[in-house]
């Protein structure tokens, strides 16, 4: 299993980001899907989900209205879209999925100046 993130860096407050997740060596198509996110001195949170085909989705309170989760399936690509960016939002992002464990990807910084 290996999950790949990308699409992180700097942003101004109110700027937008798309976090992107190559996903290999699982059954995508048929994995709900997962966004963490870990500030600096705090656990790592669960930000967004969305089921295997992206027919539901779930959003942290912080983050609702914000960021959209989708995916395509085609290209076993898990998307975060990130949009009005705070700077509370400034955090590693992490792409996950739970098989048999929890695997995650390295991980993409997020920072986002006031």
């Known amino acids: 299993v290996q999950l790949v993130e990308s699409g992180g860096g700097l942003v101004q407050s109110v700027g937008s980001l798309r976090l992107s997740c190559v996903a290999s060596?699982?059954?995508?198509?048929?994995?709900?899907m997962r966004w963490y996110g870990q500030a600096p001195g705090k656990e790592r949170e669960r930000v967004a989900a969305?089921?295997?085909?992206?027919?539901?989705?779930y959003y942290h309170d912080s983050v609702e209205g914000r960021f959209t989760v989708s995916r395509d399936n085609l290209k076993n690509t898990l998307y975060l879209q990130m949009d009005n960016l705070k700077p509370e939002d400034t955090a590693v992002y992490y792409c996950?999925?739970?098989?048999?464990?929890?695997?995650w990807g390295q991980g993409t910084q997020v920072t986002v100046s006031s």
């Open positions: 996950n999925v739970n098989l048999e464990r929890n695997y």
């Open positions: 060596g699982f059954a995508f198509s048929r994995s709900a």
């Open positions: 969305i089921t295997s085909v992206g027919d539901d989705a």
